[in-house]
Nanobody
Framework: QVQLVESGGRLLQAGGSLRLSCAASGRTVRQFAMGWFRQGPGKEREFVSSISRSGDTYYADFVKGRFTISRDNIKNTAYLQMNNVKPEDTAVYYC?????????????????WGQGTQVTVSS
């Protein structure tokens, strides 16, 4: 079992930056591919970004060039750096962990999920 706790969500203005954190406990994140998803008001939960055990990364087109996913295996934490945010980035952001050996893109690829952190971007 692994527990994931997201933090860092807040209200900010368009064009601003923030970093989301996902702290893991129970097992080391080194064993997992890590991912970020988001769910906006009235929308389905959608993939944002993934990082494999070896550090390969993948991004949804709508965040390429603005968001960066990373991991710190010593701190047992994954991160999502969000730059130049837009009002359409407003959502609850979820961290997830997958046993996939490579990149994990689909919701069904992930075994563990956090409770989410709210990001609200004002125009």
């Amino acid at each position: 079992q692994v527990q994931l706790v997201e933090s860092g969500g807040r209200l900010l203005q368009a064009g601003g930056s923030l970093r989301l954190s996902c702290a893991a406990s129970g097992r080391t994140v080194r064993q997992f591919a890590m991912g970020w998803f988001r769910q906006g008001p009235g929308k389905e939960r959608e993939f944002v970004s993934s990082i494999s055990r070896s550090g390969d990364t993948y991004y949804a087109d709508f965040v390429k060039g603005r968001f960066t996913i990373s991991r710190d295996n010593i701190k047992n934490t994954a991160y999502l750096q969000m730059n130049n945010v837009k009002p359409e980035d407003t959502a609850v952001y979820y961290c997830a962990a997958s046993f996939h050996s490579g990149l994990a893109i689909g919701r069904g690829d992930y075994e563990y999920w956090g409770q989410g952190t709210q990001v609200t971007v004002s125009s």
